[in-house]
């Protein structure tokens, strides 16, 4: 199994070849969405299983000639270019995930990383950890709300925002983010809340790849230059 380098480039093409087929570029600093009703949680599964879960038995990887193969299971996705060393998964539900839930818990415990901050607006929620209480708020418009308590819509932006501003996302330069439908159950004001939030990481150079069959989503983000 290959070992890849933090420094390397980001991948130019992924390509998926079995069971489904299908390309999808992936240039530095931008927002890749993919559409349709078939696969595509299974196109961002296969990535984040390449990138993020290397280690398992099922997956391998090796280079040849600036070209990586990654084989998964029965499936292989063949990257022309270098790869990400670092892939996050957002699942539709990801603020149960137990992988965001362990970013959380980093920044419950104070872990900050502030050469990867990205500054978003004052009027987003975000998360508040009181370490006495020990208790997780989301704080918006300078109310607190019990973490369980608030809706589903202002928990998803609040995670987002406290890992975007904390830094917690890692090197933009070699991590991949992957958004399963992240809209889904987001109150309309929040769709934009999330579009404003993605474009300013892709600014900071991160790949993001969405996948939805929202067409307000995927007009919001097409218009993000």
């Known amino acids: 199994m290959s070992t890849q380098n933090p420094n390397e480039d980001i991948p130019i093409k992924v390509i998926i070849n079995s069971p489904i087929k299908g ?13 349709g009703r078939r696969y595509k949680t299974y196109l961002l599964e296969s990535i984040y299983s390449a990138l993020a879960g290397r280690e398992q038995n099922d997956v391998d990887i090796r280079v040849e000639h600036g070209l990586a193969y ?20 957002f699942p539709e539900d990801f603020i149960n995930d137990e992988r965001i839930i362990d970013l959380v818990e980093a920044f419950k415990k104070g872990i900050r990383y502030d050469y990867y901050r990205v500054k978003l607006p004052e009027s987003f929620e975000r998360l508040y950890y009181d370490p006495e209480e020990k208790k997780l708020y989301v704080e918006k418009q300078e109310e607190w709300v019990p973490f369980n308590k608030a809706s589903t819509s202002e928990k998803k932006i609040a995670t987002l925002s406290t890992l975007t501003e904390s830094g917690l996302l890692g090197d933009p330069m070699t991590t991949i983010l992957l958004f399963d439908e992240p809209n889904s159950s987001l109150h309309p004001s929040d769709e934009l809340k999330l579009a404003y939030t993605l474009a300013l990481l892709a600014e900071k150079g991160y790949t ?13 983000l097409s218009c993000i230059d």
């Open 208 to 220: 993001i790849v969405v996948s939805t069959d929202d067409m307000d989503m995927i007009m919001i």
């Open 23 to 35: 390309e999808l570029e992936l240039d530095k600093g931008s927002i890749n969405v993919v559409s």
């Open 70 to 89: 990654i084989h998964i299971r029965n499936s292989l996705v063949e990257s022309h270019g270098k790869l990400p060393f670092n892939a996050i998964l």
